[in-house]
């Protein structure tokens, strides 16, 4: 089956595309309180800033195409007049797609590259990232569907439940590296590699490893940041296993522990 963006069912190829939802380290309960125990790791992790702005995708497509989008809904087709200005992604990844686009990431099926756009005015905490307005991207997980067409043929709830089971083939940390550097482009900043056995498993541990690790952020674009990063989010060097500490969720937990 030949495959044309204009014939494709949108619908479907947004839901197949999206980011799946990371999960809080520690169970996230009412109130967006935090509760024992934590998600077990196994074997070397990768911890990574995570940053505070927008999800953003670039999707290239098999006809050799691309799609930008949010996480929820696409907002740009290559070769449009007019994209969807929402918090200023189509402006700040057309550049970047285009570029990528050259390489043809798409021979062979759809290459997804998800990334943040912060700083500007994209959140309330850009500020933490520039006193200028200014915007940066990163990158944080590349997506390759060599096998796209029977998803492309499910249900919604087929889709959802193979996107949030882990069903997505995202490449390994190695092969992230080494994608980023050869399309020069910057991830979200890699803090630590340590044993994942080892991580602390209670909540006040947790929240001193998170102080510990990082104490400001490293995605900067100016002297004027706030430096106040977000969080952490840790995986398996395969991203098998994904999870995420947000410094507000400790917070607001321990201050009502106490």
Same mark, same amino acid.
């Given at each position: 089956?030949?495959?044309?963006?204009?014939?494709?069912?949108? &619908?479907?190829?947004?839901?197949?595309?999206?980011?799946?939802?990371?999960?809080? +380290?520690?169970?996230?309960?009412?109130?967006?309180?935090?509760?024992?125990?934590?998600?077990?790791?196994?074997?070397?992790?990768?911890?990574?800033? =995570?940053?505070?702005?927008?999800?953003?995708?670039?999707?290239?497509?098999?006809?050799?195409?691309?799609?930008?989008?949010?996480?929820?809904?696409?907002?740009?087709?290559?070769?449009?007049?007019?994209?969807?200005?929402?918090?200023?992604?189509?402006?700040?990844?057309?550049?970047?797609?285009?570029?990528?686009?050259?390489?043809?990431?798409?021979?062979?099926?759809?290459?997804?590259?998800?990334?943040?756009?912060?700083?500007?005015?994209?959140?309330?905490?850009?500020?933490?990232?520039?006193?200028?307005?200014?915007?940066? +991207?990163?990158?944080?997980?590349?997506?390759?569907?060599?096998?796209?067409?029977?998803?492309?043929?499910?249900?919604?709830?087929?889709?959802?439940?193979?996107?949030?089971?882990?069903?997505?083939?995202?490449?390994?940390?190695?092969?992230?590296?080494?994608?980023? &550097?050869?399309?020069?482009?910057?991830?979200?900043?890699?803090?630590?590699?340590?044993?994942?056995?080892?991580?602390?498993?209670?909540?006040?541990?947790?929240?001193?490893?998170?102080?510990?690790?990082?104490?400001?952020?490293?995605?900067?674009?100016?002297?004027?940041?706030?430096?106040?990063?977000?969080?952490?989010?840790?995986?398996?060097?395969?991203? &098998?296993?994904?999870? =995420?500490?947000?410094?507000?969720?400790?917070?607001?937990?321990?201050?009502?522990?106490?």
């Amino acid at each position: 089956m030949t495959f044309s963006v204009r014939t494709a069912n949108l &619908r479907t190829l947004n839901s197949l595309t999206k980011y799946p939802s990371i999960p809080t +380290y520690h169970t996230l309960g009412d109130k967006g309180r935090l509760a024992e125990p934590a998600i077990a790791f196994d074997g070397p992790v990768v911890g990574t800033e =995570k940053v505070d702005g927008t999800n953003a995708r670039i999707v290239f497509l098999p006809d050799g195409t691309y799609l930008l989008g949010s996480r929820e809904e696409f907002l740009y087709a290559s070769g449009d007049l007019i994209g969807n200005p929402a918090l200023g992604i189509v402006e700040h990844l057309r550049p970047v797609a285009d570029a990528l686009r050259e390489k043809r990431l798409d021979a062979g099926g759809i290459t997804v590259v998800f990334g943040e756009v912060y700083g500007g005015n994209v959140t309330a905490h850009s500020k933490q990232y520039t006193g200028e307005k200014r915007v940066g +991207y990163r990158v944080f997980d590349v997506v390759r569907l060599t096998d796209y067409e029977t998803p492309l043929t499910w249900s919604a709830e087929q889709l959802s439940g193979w996107r949030e089971s882990g069903g997505q083939p995202f490449v390994t940390e190695d092969a992230l590296q080494a994608f980023t &550097r050869e399309h020069g482009l910057e991830t979200t900043p890699r803090i630590l590699e340590q044993d994942g056995a080892a991580l602390p498993k209670d909540l006040e541990g947790a929240s001193a490893w998170l102080r510990a690790h990082a104490p400001e952020t490293r995605c900067a674009l100016d002297a004027g940041a706030g430096q106040h990063p977000e969080g952490i989010v840790v995986r398996t060097r395969d991203r &098998r296993t994904i999870a =995420k500490l947000r410094y507000e969720d400790y917070e607001r937990t321990l201050r009502v522990k106490r």
